[in-house]
């Protein structure tokens, strides 16, 4: 997703690293179900992230991914992996409302390239029937746009978020669908004491992208959407910000049923 979730409370920068885990069926048969065909796949990403702010009006940032990708076969019995560089996200952002009045609001509108450094490989793409999603990077320039609304009392707030996502075709005539992202998110900020803050957090996030097109045409078996409950916690102690995220899928319909999100 190109969503980055809530953002450690920082003044001028920060830098740190993140770990993303998830798990997805694909080629499922056209109930949803399993057999000989299906995979299990395996995503770990870890990223190095970091954002700077530049005066009162301007951000920028940029996130670093490395991942490793793991593929059960149902039908050999067979486990494929591959690792690698991902693709680097860079983006930048600007303030256009910071009011503290009863309410504290802020509002943020961002744009931002993703660039192809991680490997796409044309001879994935193998079937119709499973989303394209067993590579390292798209292969292309993707680019960005993203409004972020922030409004709390007191210690009680709202996060909300959309964005969108143009991908462009990469060198192989595969260009995978746009998508856009919704998320909202309560959170509360609690003070342990003066160095130590907790900012429990529960929202919904909603991903609906459009289907992926190779040589003009439309693959059927691709695009879909996804709705996911999201729970964190953000602590920061001193100047060091810890935090972590659980989603579990409430509703989705990726690949026309013929792939699962777990």
Do not use: C
């Amino acid at each position: 997703s190109n969503y980055t979730g809530l953002l450690p409370n920082f003044n001028k920068r920060f830098v740190g690293v993140r770990y993303h885990f998830n798990q997805v069926y694909t080629q499922l048969d056209v109930s949803g179900n399993k057999t000989a065909l299906t995979n299990k796949e395996k995503y770990h990403t870890a990223e190095l992230w970091s954002a700077w702010n530049i005066g009162t009006r301007w951000r920028v940032m940029a996130i670093l991914p490395y991942s490793k990708i793991q593929k059960y076969s149902y039908g050999t019995d067979q486990q494929s992996s591959k690792s690698g560089l991902g693709d680097i996200n860079l983006s930048g952002y600007y303030n256009l409302l910071n009011k503290s009045e009863t309410f504290t609001q802020t509002l943020w509108l961002g744009a931002g390239v993703k660039l192809p450094t991680g490997e796409y490989n044309k001879d994935e793409f193998i079937t119709t029937n499973s989303a394209n999603i067993y590579q390292l990077g798209t292969g292309s320039f993707d680019f960005t746009g993203s409004l972020n609304y922030d409004i709390s009392i007191k210690n009680i707030g709202l996060n909300t978020n959309v964005s969108y996502k143009a991908n462009t075709r990469n060198s192989d005539e595969y260009q995978y669908g746009n998508k856009l992202t919704l998320n909202g998110s309560v959170y509360y900020n609690a003070s342990i004491n003066e160095k130590i803050k907790l900012r429990p957090n529960v929202g919904i996030k909603h991903d609906t992208q459009a289907r992926d097109q190779t040589m003009g045409f439309k693959i059927e078996q691709t695009g879909g959407y996804n709705t996911n409950l999201n729970v964190g916690l953000e602590s920061t102690i001193n100047n060091i910000a810890i935090g972590f995220s659980y989603q579990t899928p409430l509703s989705q319909f990726v690949s026309h049923g013929r792939t699962e999100l777990v």
